[in-house]
Nanobody, 128 residues
Framework: VQLAESGGGLVQPGGSLRLSCATSGFTLDYYVIGWFRQAPGKEREGVSCISFTDGDTYYADSVKGRFTISRDNATSTVYLQMNSLKPEDTAVYYC??????????????????????WGQGTQVTVSS
């Protein structure tokens, strides 16, 4: 299992960025992919996660209506489109994955502690 994030950078408040997570070594259809972030001095938190097995999708309240998670089937790439960015979105963003069957049913699919496979992260800075 390999994950590689890209697309981070510096953007002004109100701007947009699209993060990419290139995946290899596994079949997306049986996995959950999540985007997480960690700001300085804060714990890593779930931003958006999607199960390609059953379609279950999660967005943190702080990003609902602004961020969208999607997939390119041809390239096995998962994207996080981030619009209307705010300074509080500044963080290192990570993608992570886990087989859907390993995640407990009946609760959030975006719990950091449930994920074993992580990318290296990409920095997003929102500042004027």
């Amino acid at each position: 299992v390999q994950l590689a994030e890209s697309g981070g950078g510096l953007v002004q408040p109100g701007g947009s960025l699209r993060l990419s997570c290139a995946t290899s070594g596994f079949t997306l259809d049986y996995y959950v992919i999540g985007w997480f972030r960690q700001a300085p001095g804060k714990e890593r938190e779930g931003v958006s996660c999607i199960s390609f097995t059953d379609g279950d999708t999660y967005y943190a309240d702080s990003v609902k209506g602004r961020f969208t998670i999607s997939r390119d089937n041809a390239t096995s790439t998962v994207y996080l489109q981030m619009n209307s960015l705010k300074p509080e979105d500044t963080a290192v963003y990570y993608c992570a994955t886990e087989p859907r069957s390993f995640l407990p049913y009946g609760r959030s699919i975006c719990d950091v502690s449930d994920y074993d496979y992580w990318g290296q992260g990409t920095q997003v800075t929102v500042s004027s």
